[in-house]
Nanobody, 121 residues
């Protein structure tokens, strides 16, 4: 069973930085693209960033592409989200995600428990 555990959230002032981590277990991490999503209070969960299995093809939503960096360490089964120049509107619960396609079960989407990021002005 795949498990994702996020860490690294916290409270910072606008302009500050945080690094989120997501530890993956239960399957072969290096086989899968990984993603980060976020959900602000009262809003739907939205895509933030994704990275290919080999780590050489990151992709970002427009609002973060000059401020966030997604990376991964396949030896540590961990994906990271380095967030800089944080803005109040970045406040949300951040979730790690992986979609795993199997012959018998189809595509299963796994999520972590989330980590809270709060940015104050």
């Amino acid at each position: 069973q795949v498990q994702l555990v996020e860490s690294g959230g916290g409270s910072v002032q606008a302009g500050g930085s945080l690094r989120l981590s997501c530890a993956f277990s239960g399957d072969t991490f290096s086989d899968y693209a990984m993603g980060w999503f976020r959900q602000a209070p009262g809003k739907e969960r939205k895509f933030v960033a994704a990275i290919s299995p080999g780590g050489n093809s990151p992709y970002y939503t427009d609002s973060v592409k000059t401020r966030f960096i997604i990376s991964r360490d396949n030896a540590k089964n961990t994906v990271y989200l380095e967030m800089t120049n944080l803005k109040v509107e970045d406040t949300a619960v951040y979730y790690c995600n992986v979609n795993i396609d199997s012959f018998f079960q189809g595509i299963t989407s796994y999520w972590g428990q989330g980590t809270q990021v709060t940015v104050s002005s």
